[in-house]
């Protein structure tokens, strides 16, 4: 495998990016980036600034002060805030729920998309590939990956599977229902907002993760990898 290979990862929210990221990464020893990472870590700074999340005005002032460090091991991603591991404290209810909003400022757009093609040529000036998930990676942020994924999956499976996660880290029960809501408002922001809205790039490849479990979507990505590259 050409250890140059870029492979971008969109979709929307709980449709099993991360973990279908990881292991592909794992499978061909390359980095991983979380980009919703970073915006989540972005959304965390925001509101330790004591910045209101709707003030778009002040937001995109904060954009220039963002101080973002993804750590690219598959294994064991981390990411940190000025020095500060906020791993556990971006997949909170609080910065769940304004990261959206946070997300749709352009200036916040523009300073992390700096931040995640640095990320990707350093990846790849080291030798490595890299997989990178995200909303925009095939459309904005890499529109020369070598291969692009929209990974999708039915709602009522998105929320099922996100409500166990959060159910599993918090280890206190999650209702489907809400979880469902809470996914139903992100991606209705997310593919509605000007600056680079959720949608597949027009070469990308649309993995229906419904019926698959994990080992199955990795496996059919690690296969469209391999296939591009061959
Ligand atoms: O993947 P995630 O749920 O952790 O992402 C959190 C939010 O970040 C998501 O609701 C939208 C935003 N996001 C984005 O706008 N662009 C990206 N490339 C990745 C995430």
Redesign the pocket.
């Known amino acids: 495998m050409d250890q140059q290979t870029v492979v971008a990862i969109d979709g929307p ?1 709980g449709s099993g ?2 973990s279908v990221s990881r292991g592909t990464a794992e499978v061909f020893g390359f980095r991983y980036l ?7 870590a972005a959304t965390w700074q925001i509101l330790a600034l004591g910045i209101d999340p709707s003030d778009s005005h002040a937001v995109a002032k904060a954009a220039e002060r963002l101080v973002i460090i993804s750590g690219t091991d598959p294994v064991s991603p981390t990411i940190s805030v000025d020095g500060t591991d906020v791993g556990v404290e971006i997949r909170g209810d609080t910065v769940t729920n304004a ?2 909003v946070v ?1 749709a400022v352009p200036e916040i ?1 523009a300073a992390l998309v700096v931040m995640q093609r640095n990320e990707v040529s350093a990846g790849l000036a080291a030798g490595k590939g890299i997989v990178v ?5 095939g459309t904005v ?1 890499l529109p020369d990956a070598n291969v692009k994924i929209f990974l999708t999956a039915d709602e009522a499976v998105r929320a099922r599977r996100r409500a166990l996660q959060d159910s599993e880290r918090e280890h206190v029960g999650r209702d489907d229902e809400a979880t469902a809501e809470s996914l139903r408002r ?1 991606d209705q922001i ?1 593919s509605q907002r000007k600056a ?1 809205p ?1 949608r597949p790039a027009d070469d990308a490849i649309e993995v229906d993760a419904t019926d698959l479990d994990l080992a199955q979507t990795i496996d059919a990505v690690v296969r469209l990898v391999e296939a591009a590259r061959a």
């Open positions: 929210s990016k991360s979380d980009t919703g990472a970073m915006y989540r990261v959206s997300s757009r998930e995200g909303r925009d990676i942020v992100r997310d680079s959720l």
